[in-house]
């Protein structure tokens, strides 16, 4: 724990970033002899999830204890070009699969669909899968907010506002 605890108290991010940017000056083919950027990424995670598995906390309601879990909230990715969806989708998968860590996405799944099959294309289709098939084995557990008609909406403001008091 004492050796990563430096690592901790300290981000990473700069000193990754200045490193990319001095591979600017460098007219390079392959960068395969180290472990680039991705791989100095890997490590400071893995600082992150050895921390997160050493550490527990205690909880008092529930008089247990319980291991230290980090939360990301990922949120309009379907306003995103279909790169970024694909990136962001490839990275959940590979960087949090077995990690102390929870994800959220908040999305409109119709267009993260259609950006996974237009990444994908013939060959999702002559599989006979889809881009929903693909989401399903990222989110295991869906929750879709149903639409609201206008009477709902009216009925919703119409009680806020009743049980609230305006200045």
């Known amino acids: 724990f004492f050796s990563i605890l ?17 591979f600017e000056k ?13 791989g100095k990424v890997k490590k400071e995670l893995e600082y992150l999830y050895d921390f997160l598995q050493s550490n527990y906390i205690d909880c008092d309601k529930y008089e247990c204890r319980r291991k230290v879990r980090l939360t990301t909230f990922i949120d309009d990715l379907d306003r995103c070009s279909k790169e970024t969806i694909m990136s962001v989708l490839e990275a959940v998968i ?5 990690a102390p860590i ?3 996405l ?7 669909v259609a950006s996974i099959e237009d990444h994908f294309g013939e060959k999702y289709a002559k599989a006979g899968l889809d881009g929903y098939e693909f989401l399903e084995k990222i989110v295991q557990v869906p929750f879709c907010i149903p639409d609201l008609d206008k009477g ?7 009680k806020t ?7």
């Open 102 to 104: 929870s994800c959220y």
């Open 152 to 158: 709902c909406k009216m009925n919703f403001i119409t």
């Open 26 to 38: 460098y007219d390079r083919e392959s960068f395969v002899a180290e472990t680039g950027f991705m």
């Open 94 to 98: 590979l960087l949090l699969v077995d």
């Open 6 to 22: 430096p690592f901790l108290l300290k981000s990473q991010g700069k000193d990754i970033l200045q490193q990319v940017k001095s």
């Open 106 to 112: 908040a999305i409109d799944t119709r267009i993260v």
């Open 161 to 167: 506002l009743d049980s609230s008091e305006l200045d």
